[in-house]
């Protein structure tokens, strides 16, 4: 083996915890061997996960990430458990941006594959700087955090309501300036292919816009009254969120 291909090797297993074995399986299926890019290409439907968030005591930082492996049973237990509370206070005391290149997590999660003899990673790792982050975690499954106003009790009742809202309805941009135009071409070009009536394919491209925008949603806790208008009405800003 050469140096390239032995230093891939060693970072497959940083990533992703896998053996040698299974390493070299991985890097057979990929036309260039040289492009390690392409390792985020693992399938990871297979794979049992929990969410894990949290917010600096100052609310001025958070993050959202999910942590993986191939069973309930090695998430629930206790090791793992001990694992991911040092791991929300370690990020959180030096909030990190780039979980990636953090060797000490990187280093852990492989000890961590080796004692349980199967693959365990970290993925969808987002956070967030501002004025106030509000955290919202719902049993572990789903979370967002979002950038905000400082707020006082009474209005983070309505953020935590709309965190909901944001997750029961898949919500993914903050307003439809936010949603990239490459998104809704590709949207249109699907339509197209279905749908001849371009009267009809506008009305559907309106609707996907409203669905995937939160500004433009109704408040599901009230239905008379958009979100942008509750946001109005109590004078709170939200600048940006993330949610997995």
Known sequence: MNKNYIELIKNIRLKYG????????????KKNKTLFK??????????????ISGSSNDK????????????????????ILKFIN???????????????????IKKYILYLSKIFKENIFLNDFYYLFGEYIYEYNHINKYATIISCNILDKNKIEIIKKIS???????????????????IIE?????????????????????????????????YIFDENIRIIELLEKNKIIIYNFKKI
């Open 186 to 218: 590709n949207k249109k070009k699907v339509l197209k292919k279905i749908i001849k009536n371009n009267k009809i394919i506008k009305k559907k491209i309106l609707l996907f816009i409203y669905k995937k925008s939160l500004y433009n949603q109704k």
């Open 38 to 51: 392409n390792i985020n290409n693992i399938n990871i439907k297979n794979y049992k996960n929990k969410v």
């Open 18 to 29: 896998f053996s040698i074995s299974e390493c070299i399986n991985f890097i057979k299926k």
């Open 60 to 79: 001025k930082y958070g993050f959202i990430i999910k942590i993986y492996s191939k069973t309930d049973f090695t998430l629930k237990n206790e090791i």
């Open 164 to 182: 909901i809202q944001i997750i029961s309805n898949n919500i993914k941009y903050l307003d439809y300036n936010n949603i990239p135009k490459s």
């Open 86 to 104: 040092k791991l929300k206070k370690y990020i959180l005391k030096n909030k990190i941006i780039n979980i990636n290149n953090d060797f000490k």
